[in-house]
């Protein structure tokens, strides 16, 4: 059974630009979740999807956007990106059986700079 | 708005020395709580979780944590401290119900530093 897997590890992205991250999720979870930790800090939820619909949104702009695929994977994509966006990047997966009880597994997270 | 304090940034303890980090949270209802533990640039990985009865729960690696609701507290304690607990802890409240059931709000992380 494989874990959660994002791809790529690290990524140097310039002001304004836009960016994809990757997810897969462990086998058989049908939920993910995305988190973004700034360096010192907790990781905080951007959104989550499940069964490839957004199912609740944290305190993030429309910049940051997801989508989940038929496989359960799933893209973080961010547009117009600023400075502040540099941190890592988790995604975290679920079995999603509509339990707030599941735990959620993470994978290693993709480092983003944004020079 | 659930959120929860970790109350200590930086703890510094012996090798074989007792642990006790501590974690206070602000929820409405029952708390689903969580610790994980997170080594340098890799991700999160589950300790343990408390969800109801038993309010002494047991996890991985020699650790457990302690249920107190009257003080708002899931402290995570260990008798014995190894080199290789050095890491960054975070506690987590999970979101009971609603949309956005199971996200986690974290705290702002503990480092654990370990002396030989």
């Known amino acids: 059974e494989t874990g959660v897997t994002q791809s790529p590890t690290h990524l140097i992205k310039t002001r304004g630009q836009q960016v994809t991250l990757r997810c897969s999720s462990q086998?058989?979870?049908?939920?993910v979740s995305w988190y973004q930790q700034a360096l010192g800090q907790g990781p905080q939820f951007i959104f989550q999807?499940?069964?490839?619909?957004?199912?609740g949104r944290g305190n993030f702009p429309p910049r940051f956007s997801g989508l989940q695929f038929p496989n359960y994977s799933s893209e973080l994509n961010v547009n117009a990106l600023e400075l502040d966006d540099s941190a890592l990047y988790l995604c975290?997966?679920?079995?999603?059986?509509?339990?707030?009880?599941?735990?959620?597994?993470f994978g290693p997270g993709t480092r983003l700079t944004v020079l | 708005a659930q959120s929860v304090t970790q109350p200590d940034i930086h703890i510094t303890v012996s090798e074989g020395a007792s642990l006790e980090l501590r974690c206070n949270y602000s929820?409405?209802?029952?708390?689903?709580l969580f610790w994980y533990v997170q080594s340098p640039g890799q991700g999160l990985q589950l300790l343990l979780k408390?969800?109801?009865?038993?309010?002494l729960v047991q996890g991985i690696k020699g650790f457990e944590a302690e249920f107190k609701r009257s003080q708002s507290s899931f402290n995570l304690r260990k008798p014995s401290v190894h080199w290789s607990d050095a890491a960054e802890y975070f506690c987590?409240?999970?979101?009971?119900?609603?949309?956005?059931?199971?996200?986690?709000?974290f705290g702002q992380g503990t480092i654990l530093t370990v002396h030989p």
């Open positions: 975290a997966s679920s079995l999603g059986q509509r339990s707030s009880t599941d735990t959620q597994y």
């Open positions: 086998s058989g979870h049908n939920t």
């Open positions: 999807y499940y069964r490839e619909e957004e199912n």
């Open positions: 929820y409405g209802a029952t708390p689903y």
């Open positions: 408390y969800f109801s009865g038993d309010t």
């Open positions: 987590a409240v999970g979101n009971a119900g609603g949309t956005s059931y199971g996200k986690l709000t």
